[in-house]
């Protein structure tokens, strides 16, 4: 916000955006398969002349960061004075976005921020800059793409999930300094789980088996079969990949039996219920060490100051030499993306502040310092206090991440139609070959 806006004014301007957004026609719906998301424009040739006046509009997410969000725009308009900047931040929990507010008004809103799932869908309209030109891309390989293949997306918020332990209660059973990335094959991970039982524990992993993580998270991952998890979903709409013959396919779910199985879950017996704060609380505490779960589970565990825990993989099968056995799932959760619609001058100068989050010594300290954020740049020597977001930049820094595949799917629909036929499959009240059935149909409904 320019320095000069009083607090009354930006009152004023919200709203108004809000009225007229509750007057207006609802957003649009999701794009289905048969309507291709348009390509991203190659915006024109322009720079941002420091010495011209020019006025952009940014929409951002995660609503907890409003007051983190200001104080960056501040500093980037001391540095570029000329740039007025009016930034808006949707409250936590508003079921509306303050971009489909903004958007509803007829604001053309310059810099927005998206989630990945929603640029080919809910967002397939927003007319987005291709971006793979700017210098920020080098630093990263979370720059995120559409379906055309263009660079549309500057990843602002990196998360990641796997096999989430309690570095205590690890170590303490194999009597020492322990590797997470040895776990490379099913057989591994079987051989440390009884260590864990020979050391105490009564049941190494808390497997908490709610729709959103046994259906969004877990078995999105199969997709990582190929480098691009988008060629395998367009097999799957295609009808062309046999998920019951896929060996890929059927090893996480032989591995997501062994993690609910009686001889190593605390809820084995009953595998299905309400677990989340149980199993937290229980690796939290060293009673288990192991669950399934990402990098925003840390504040579950309720852990004291100074206790550690980290990521190991999931491994798919036995092979060692297997890449998905040798990483786990990170990737942008939230991307910037940049409104062709703008003037050229409106877009010169939001690419200046993308380039200025990454390169500028105030973004690289705001990003992950202030922000808490995990960077998805390597220039940036910054790391999170919270030890599984350290886990995570450690894995980048090492080429051990393979792509957030919850990006690739509908996660409503994984969540409310595959979910909990996952959930029938771990309670033994369907099979593999069932469960292979309803995904494929699933994907055949979307063709």
Known sequence: MKKGRTITTILTVLMAVMLLAACAAPAPAPVTSEEPAAAATQAPAATADPNAKVSIIIANGKGELTAKYQAAVDAFIQEYPNIQIEQYTGAVGDPVSILDKLMASGTVVTLAMLEPGSVDTKYADFNKVDLSGESWVKDTVFAFKDASGATVGFPFAIEGFGLIYNTAVVEKAVGGTFDPWSINSRDKLVELLDKIKASGVEFPIAYQTEAWSVGNHYSSMFLNQAADPASVVKQLTDGTLDLASNATWNGYYETMTLLASKDYNKYGERPLGSYYDDAHVSVGKGESAILFNGNWAYDSFQAVSGEQFSFMPVPVDNDPANPLNNKICVGPTQLYVINADATPEQQAAAKLFLNWLV???????????????????????NKVSNPLGGAIAEAIAQGRTMPFTTNYVNGADYFNILGPEVQKFIDQKSTLQDLAKVFTDYYKSLS
């Not at 105030?362 to 740049?377: E, R, T």
Request: aromatic share 14%.
């Open 359 to 381: 390169e500028s010594e105030f973004g690289k300290n705001w990003l992950v310092n202030d922000c808490q954020v995990i960077s998805a740049f390597t220039n940036n020597p």
